[in-house]
């Protein structure tokens, strides 16, 4: 055999091999990855950060336009997502983290110091400078995280207007569940929800006050959890209530959710009072050692016909059928709820009375926080509100400008000053 065609055979032998290992590494389908499948493939050398994100950002570019789970897309996720290939290459200790490489969304009220704008989806916040990551942003950093950018949400939490619809920021536009595009994502981290469900990311955190993680978490059916309140610091996170605003994430599966949630529980000094006394109950060890696929058995669930929760109407109960036998396979028992003691009463003190105490602390707490940005277009509530009566164009052709904030205005005149509340807040450090 001449020296030329044993060179052609080494190419051809070079050239299939390499064929084939181009073909095993797409065999991989981020498509509905857990973290673990993510992180498999990060191993195998099935997948880099950078492909990873890559593949990201063209869900994004296809289907953002109409789902608007998206505001802003972070520069330097490529950027941040080569640096991640580099140190698993080098097989940096940060590396073996269990988020280290994987992309997430961050609800547009978390906090970023780096080239995303924080605006709780309102444009009087838009080039406003925050002065430090959010407590929760520096834990993710520190596990190896990749912020691919901000997710949509119901803007100021669902505190511009009761008459928006869910999931509608001037920013972000009108977000639409993927599963019932005519349907409610539910809110106020309705984009967190819906670009998880979409595959557009695998990971996002929400916020929560009062339903706004669990409700968008359920209505795009994903997994959500609402952590207790000071379990993960606020710090840095556009607020409504130091009583009841947590942090938590949004996924598609239970073990994914529970990665995150390890990752940034935790004492924060910028959230010291809610942190410390709730970072004593954090098990050793995390939560990840509680994850059982048996876990269902032995569990009593209930199944109300309730409108505000639960399966209202046979059609409803009917849909989720399969979901319920399902259940009923993996041990869990169900029982019928028909009745709820007092329900009436539960649910008037949710409109009399939380209703009442998150206005007065949201004026409060907003304006520590607008008072401590580097620079911000606005400085108090009454400010954001003379700015959107300024550039109400921006808003016009989407909500009527008749209720287009008639809660800020609300809470921003209708407002009784509490002194408990400027003791804690005065405590969480922006």
Not at 3 to 29: D, G, M
Not at 183 to 197: E, H, R
Not at 227 to 241: C, E, F, K, M, Q
Not at 264 to 281: C, E, L, Q
Request: charged share 20%; aromatic share 10%.
């Amino acid at each position: 055999m001449t020296i030329s065609n044993v060179l052609k055979c080494v190419l051809l032998c070079v050239f299939l091999f390499e064929f084939s290992f181009a073909v095993k590494r797409h065999q991989f389908s981020i498509r509905e990855a857990t973290i673990q499948d993510l992180q498999h493939a990060f191993k195998q050398n099935k997948l880099t950060s950078r492909e990873l994100v890559e593949f990201y950002l063209r869900e994004i570019q296809k289907h953002n336009p109409v789902l608007h789970g998206v505001i802003e897309v972070n520069p330097d996720a490529i950027k941040d997502a080569v640096k991640a290939d580099q140190e698993r290459k080098a097989k940096a200790p940060l590396s073996r983290f269990p988020l280290h490489g994987i992309p997430v969304l961050l609800k547009d009220n978390i906090a970023t110091k780096d080239k995303l704008n924080t605006t709780a989806g309102s444009y009087a916040l838009l080039g406003s400078e925050v002065p430090r990551d959010a407590g929760v942003v520096t834990r993710l950093r520190n596990a190896g995280v990749i912020i691919l950018g901000k997710a949509s949400l119901s803007e100021w939490s669902y505190y511009r207007s009761s008459s928006a619809p869910s999931g509608w920021s001037a920013r972000g536009g009108q977000g639409v569940n993927p599963y019932l595009p005519g349907s409610s994502t539910c809110g106020s981290s309705s984009g967190s929800a819906i670009s998880v469900a979409a595959n557009m990311v695998a990971v996002s955190l929400g916020t929560e006050t009062s339903g706004s993680i669990i409700c968008p978490s359920s209505a795009n059916s994903v997994v959500g959890i609402k952590p207790t309140v000071g379990l993960t610091s606020r710090a840095g996170v556009v607020p409504i209530s130091p009583r009841q605003d947590t942090v938590g994430p949004i996924c598609r599966t239970v073990s994914d959710a529970v990665y995150v949630l390890d990752a940034i529980v935790g004492f924060d000094r910028n959230d010291a009072t809610a942190t410390k006394k709730a970072s004593k109950y954090i098990p050793h060890g995390g939560y990840t050692q509680f994850l059982n696929p048996d876990g269902l058995r032995g569990k009593r669930l209930g199944i109300t016909n309730y409108i505000a929760f639960g399966f209202p109407g046979f059609n409803y109960s009917q849909a989720f059928s399969s979901s319920f036998k399902t259940l009923r396979q993996r041990g869990a028992l169900l029982v019928k709820i028909q009745k709820i003691p007092e329900y009436d009463n539960i649910t008037r003190l949710l409109v009399y009375g939380e209703g009442i105490a998150l206005a007065a602390e949201f004026k409060i707490a907003l304006n520590a926080y607008l008072k401590h940005l580097v620079t911000s277009p606005v400085r108090s509530l009454s400010e954001v509100i003379a700015f959107n009566n300024k550039f109400s164009e921006l808003v016009s052709s989407i909500l009527h400008y008749a209720y287009a904030q008639i809660l800020l205005i609300q809470f921003c005149f209708l407002f009784f000053r509490s002194n408990f509340m400027v003791e804690v807040t005065s405590r969480r450090r922006y």
